[in-house]
């Protein structure tokens, strides 16, 4: 019966099923002829690569589908240490991804209801309340989600995925690990801190192998963290690519193009991609082609995306003359490549963890950005004020008070949320651009 | 150690608040104010800390002489002050602590310690050290939401830390005797508190004046708050048990009437599950070391997001607590935008209700009064589970 199953998830998922998904690509391909819903007066044609990445994508929730039958689940939040789940060769799904899938195929309201309908308010974090939504209701524009057989939640995004995976766990009764990394209030995480975050991670290793039914290799390991920090290097290197002018790829390619980085770190395939994603951007350079047609301005951008709104900004901006062309954001999934050490085992993860923007203070936030807005030639800042994300959000108007008084940079609060419509007014949205876009003049 | 009421003769002066006795004529209990605790502790020359919720080590500030006052909002304070630094969807206790350090509600206190409790409270702590950078020293303060030997360690850790902050900050390097005495100190005043709980039916209080006086535990010196404990202990009276009983969950019981608005429609408020008040009602530990032996104290207690607990352990322990104090239903009493407390209300009232317990959803913001609406909700749910 085993066996059966194993072949029924082999089948699914790396034969027939990307047979089926090449051919869709390839008709849907051929239908659009190269052209893209965005639109190419104001905005260059898609990267190449986004074929392939919608591929990559589509071929990890089609195995994501049939998961349960072939390997073991793990959802994890996507901070957490993946390195150490890949390397026992469970089929990880983050759970936020899928949420923000949700939210660019505008299904993610339809979902949160189902979560609300459950008593779960719209207070919460609209990621988690779609999440629920899902698992409550079975709706996903994926297909179908696996259930878990082991949970991960790490703090050095938010504490709300510490509440948010504790209802996970109520759910489906299965193993939640929590990995605890002590918000770095001040320059330099404490030496116990560290030393904590290592000791949760050696205890985690048991309870992970219990669940998968194998014991870690350390060479796997290394082989793994190896991937993961040369997919990130590559990712920051194509970031880094944005100091020209005019800058090759917005942040609303690099939204889209981020999918990888998140779900699929530590895979070889990951690595391949961003090394071919990082050669079309060296192209564009040398053809002299900006993600923005006419680039004039240049911004940066703090938060979360919008999801549900990442073409109508991007043209909105767009036919002004404005890139957005850095966030902190992106950012945040390749600055840390430095302190991936995969010689240095549990002690380089936990410190390359903890030492997350996310988890470190407002004023550390400033400074990063305060360091791109020079070294990106940066003219102003949207900081999104995300309903639905307060570690992100508290301090933004703090900073962008000292953006605009001690870095003399144009900064703007945009209220949103990443997943919720409800929490967005176009309206209001227009306007506070227009006025932004008018100050930039 | 001095006892601060008493060298103010708080007891007899006339800036008291009464608590309603309501079987002995005559006879008022009197917790000294806020303000009267805080002028009493600058004119003995001890130092101010500023708390934010919700754990933190009391012991460690007392060793110093640093008298814990906790800043819970406060409540019904103009919110506007902190308008500037904080998004509208952050919790009141929160935008109001923030308001009242920006209206200089804070100057009075020596040091703030920030606990960390939430992303709204990390949030807190960042700003005011990254940003506003007020006169007084900010200490953040990580309570570990991992499980067993690792979180203790790590504990054992941040206590030592904290140490060597307020050490440089006071000046005073207490020995270990010292710390053990007043760690000692401190579980006698917890066990006090502890006292107050079990005892509660047989206490002549309302449910308002009882808990007005286990929240000054908030504020008034250990050693007041066993005075004052005591003299309502020794008051005990046969159990009265004409109510409907029901348990609280929650943060903080504000605005306070609540209580007697439940009293008013037929119930009692006969156990709480509230983060300041419930869910510190700490063991006390058992190591002869002092850090390790305050580790051992805010490890333990009642089970609290805070600490990484699971909604399952969360269950246990309210259907345990309702079924030993015979309560016909839960009020969940949740402060708008929190977070931790929204994600675990509906699965919880799902558990219950499949046990048969009833449960009422109420969300409030501080600044707010009871409204007309919460009153009529808590009326209709107290007929019900009546």
Redesign the interface.
């Known amino acids: 019966m085993r066996v059966l199953r194993y072949l029924i998830y082999l089948w699914n998922a790396k034969v027939f099923g990307p047979f089926l998904i090449r051919l869709n690509l390839w008709l849907n391909a051929r239908r659009e002829k190269g052209k893209s819903r965005w639109n190419q007066e104001i905005l260059s044609p898609p990267l190449k690569i986004s074929y392939r990445n919608k591929e990559l994508v589509a071929m990890h929730w089609l195995e994501g589908r049939y998961a349960n039958l072939g390997k073991k689940v793990v959802w994890i939040t996507s901070g957490a240490p993946v390195e150490l789940f890949k390397a026992l060769d469970f089929f990880v799904l983050y759970p936020e991804n899928h949420a923000a899938i949700c939210g660019t195929a505008r299904v993610a309201v339809d979902i949160c209801s189902e979560a609300e309908s459950?008593?779960?308010?719209r207070?919460?974090?609209s990621y988690?309340r779609t999440d629920f939504g899902s698992m409550l209701s079975g709706k996903t524009p994926v297909g179908k989600l696996p259930k878990p057989d082991l949970l991960v939640t790490c703090?050095n995004i938010?504490?709300?995925v510490?509440?948010?995976y504790?209802?996970l766990?109520?759910?489906f009764d299965v193993p939640?690990i929590?990995i605890?990394t002590?918000?770095v209030?001040?320059r330099q995480a404490?030496d116990?801190?560290i030393?904590?975050v290592v000791?949760?991670l050696e205890?985690a290793i048991p309870v992970a192998e219990k669940v998968a039914g194998k014991a870690l290799e350390q060479s796997r390991l290394e082989e793994v963290a190896r991937l993961s920090k040369q997919a990130t290097e590559l990712w920051m290197e194509i970031m880094k690519r944005n100091t020209h002018c005019p800058a090759p790829i917005s942040v609303f390619d690099q939204f889209i193009q981020m999918a990888p980085i998140v779900e699929m770190r530590g895979d070889a395939i990951t690595v391949d991609f961003y090394a071919a994603m990082l050669q079309e951007v060296d192209d564009r350079i040398a053809r002299g082609i900006g993600a923005v047609v006419e680039e004039r301005k240049r911004l940066l951008w703090d938060n979360l995306p919008i999801w549900y709104r990442l073409r109508y900004l991007a043209e909105l901006l767009g036919q002004h003359g404005i890139a957005i062309v850095a966030s902190t954001y992106t950012n945040a999934w390749g600055e840390l490549a430095h302190l991936i050490d995969p010689s240095k085992g549990l002690r380089s993860m936990a410190l390359s963890y903890t030492y997350a923007i996310l988890n470190r203070?407002?004023?550390?936030k400033?400074e990063t950005m305060t360091r791109m807005i020079h070294e990106f030639q940066l003219d102003g800042v949207i900081l999104h004020?995300d309903?639905s994300c307060?570690?992100y959000?508290?301090?933004?108007?703090?900073q962008r008070?000292?953006l605009i008084r001690e870095h003399n940079t144009p900064a703007l609060l945009l209220e949103a949320d990443h997943n919720d419509s409800r929490a967005y007014a176009e309206e209001q949205v227009a306007n506070r651009l227009a006025a932004f876009i008018e100050m930039l003049e | 150690m001095r006892t601060y009421c008493s060298f103010l003769g708080l007891h007899q002066c006339a800036t008291i608040i009464p608590m309603l006795d309501k079987t002995i004529p005559g006879r008022t209990i009197n917790i000294p104010p806020r303000s009267e605790i805080i002028k009493s502790i600058k004119e003995g020359g001890d130092l101010i800390a500023g708390v934010f919720p919700i754990h933190y080590p009391r012991e460690l500030l007392r060793a110093f002489g640093i008298h814990p006052i906790e800043i819970w909002g406060p409540p019904r304070v103009d919110p506007s002050a902190g308008v500037?630094?904080?998004?509208p969807?952050?919790c009141s206790i929160v935008r109001n602590a923030l308001a009242f350090q920006q209206s200089s509600g804070l100057d009075i206190v020596d040091l703030l310690l920030v606990p960390?409790a939430?992303?709204?409270l990390?949030?807190?702590?960042?700003?005011l050290?990254?940003?506003?950078q007020p006169q007084q020293p900010i200490i953040?303060f990580?309570l570990?939401?991992?499980?067993?030997d690792?979180?203790k360690?790590?504990l054992i850790?941040?206590l030592k830390?904290l140490y060597i902050q307020l050490k440089i900050i006071t000046g005073k390097t207490p020995s270990d005797d010292e710390l053990q005495d007043a760690i000692v100190k401190e579980e006698r005043y917890d066990e006090k508190f502890s006292e107050l709980y079990i005892a509660r039916e047989e206490l002549p209080l309302s449910t308002e004046s009882f808990y007005k006086l286990v929240r000054s535990r908030e504020y008034v010196p250990g050693e007041d708050f066993v005075n004052l404990s005591d003299g309502v202990l020794d008051q005990r009276t046969d159990a009265e048990n004409s109510y409907t009983g029901i348990i609280l969950s929650g943060i903080v019981p504000e605005p306070m009437d609540l209580f007697t608005a439940v009293e008013d429609f037929g119930g009692r408020v006969v156990a709480d599950d509230l983060a300041c008040c419930g869910r510190r009602r700490y063991s006390a530990g058992r190591s002869q070391d002092p850090f390790e032996r305050m580790a051992e104290r805010l490890l333990s207690g009642p089970p609290d997001?805070n600490r990484?607990n699971?909604?399952?352990q969360r269950l246990d322990y309210l259907v345990e607590m309702i079924d030993r104090k015979k309560a016909k239903g839960i009020l969940f009493y949740t402060v708008?935008?929190c977070?931790?407390e929204?994600?675990?209300?509906?699965?919880l009232?799902?558990a219950l209700q499949s046990k048969g317990v009833p449960s009422l959803i109420l969300?409030f913001d501080i600044n707010d009064p009871l409204t007309n609406q919460a009153l009529t909700r808590i009326e209709a749910f107290m007929e019900m589970i009546a």
């Open positions: 459950a008593g779960y308010s207070d919460i974090c988690a703090t938010c504490q709300t510490l509440s948010w504790r209802v766990a109520h759910h939640l929590i605890d002590p918000f209030y001040h404490a116990h801190a030393e904590y000791k949760q205890d203070g407002t004023g550390h400033l004020s309903r307060k570690p959000s508290i301090g933004q108007m703090d008070d000292r | 500037s630094h904080l998004q969807y952050v960390h939430c992303d709204s990390q949030g807190l702590g960042s700003v050290l990254d940003f506003i953040p990580y570990p939401r991992a499980d067993g690792v979180a360690e790590y850790a941040e830390t997001w990484g699971s909604i399952g708008k935008f977070e931790p929204l994600f675990d209300t509906p699965i009232r799902k969300e």
